[in-house]
């Protein structure tokens, strides 16, 4: 199995080109993302996600290629796609609607938030896949890594997390000053040992936002009234 990424020139988004060999298999929960294929008719076989995967993904449909085949995908211009590579060992828990596709011999589990953290944010569940494989992630612009620190801890925006090891310690909180921590978005405070993965999204069309329509007086009571941030869009 081979897969690799490609960038369209001028930020024109990214296009992923797959090359499955005999007996592999690639489940791309976003079908219609598939542009180009070559291979014998009935290597792709379209079919209902279960249940729970249309909940969490809000979509019905997927698709499972067989190799010998090649296809591509491709996504818009501000999103990105990360593929990893899990080991047995791997103890990430991801989003499941960051995700993408996944290779055959991956299985997934749930894992149930506490209650205060499915508050803030409105997710009740997090997915632990086991086995060994390749997972790719779809996000709003790049996705980064860091590393946990056992005793040092990583704030992380809470919407920009993608992944976490199941060991890490969370809590949600603010830092910095008075003024820093009331125009902040909640953090996870992470503590653990492992890697993080997190994306640029929101921060990148928030910025944005803010250099092409917002006027002066806006971004000024955005910056000076207590949680002007999150009130002020």
Same mark, same amino acid.
């Given at each position: 199995?081979? %897969? ?77 796609? @990360?593929?990893?590579?899990? @080991? ?23 894992? %149930? ?117 999150? %009130?002020?869009?």
């Amino acid at each position: 199995m081979n %897969i690799g990424i490609r960038e369209s020139g001028g930020g024109n988004g990214q296009a992923v080109d797959f090359s499955l060999g005999e007996g592999e298999a690639m489940h791309i929960l976003h079908p219609e993302q598939i542009l180009t294929y070559r291979g014998p008719s009935d290597g792709r076989s379209d079919r209902l996600m279960n249940v729970k995967g249309m909940y969490r993904k809000k979509r019905l449909i997927q698709a499972d290629m067989s190799g010998p085949c090649q296809f591509t995908a491709a996504v818009p211009p501000g999103f990105a796609i @990360k593929a990893v590579e899990l @080991k047995d060992y791997s103890d990430l828990l991801y989003d499941f609607r960051n995700l993408f596709f996944y290779s055959s011999g991956i299985e997934m589990h749930t894992r %149930i938030l506490k209650i205060k953290n499915m508050l803030i944010t409105k997710d009740a569940v997090k997915m632990k896949f086991s086995g060994a494989g390749t997972v790719g992630l779809l996000t709003e612009g790049a996705v980064y890594e860091a590393e946990l620190h056992p005793s040092e801890p990583l704030y992380v925006d809470a919407g920009s997390l993608v992944a976490y090891p199941e060991n890490a310690r969370l809590e949600l909180t603010v830092y910095g000053n008075t003024l820093a921590s009331q125009r902040m978005n909640y953090h996870w405070k992470m503590t653990g040992s492992g890697t993080v993965l997190y994306h640029a999204g929101q921060q990148t069309s928030r910025l944005q936002q803010e250099m092409e329509q917002d006027g002066l007086l806006k971004r000024i009571l955005r910056e000076v009234i207590p949680f002007g941030g999150v %009130i002020i869009k």
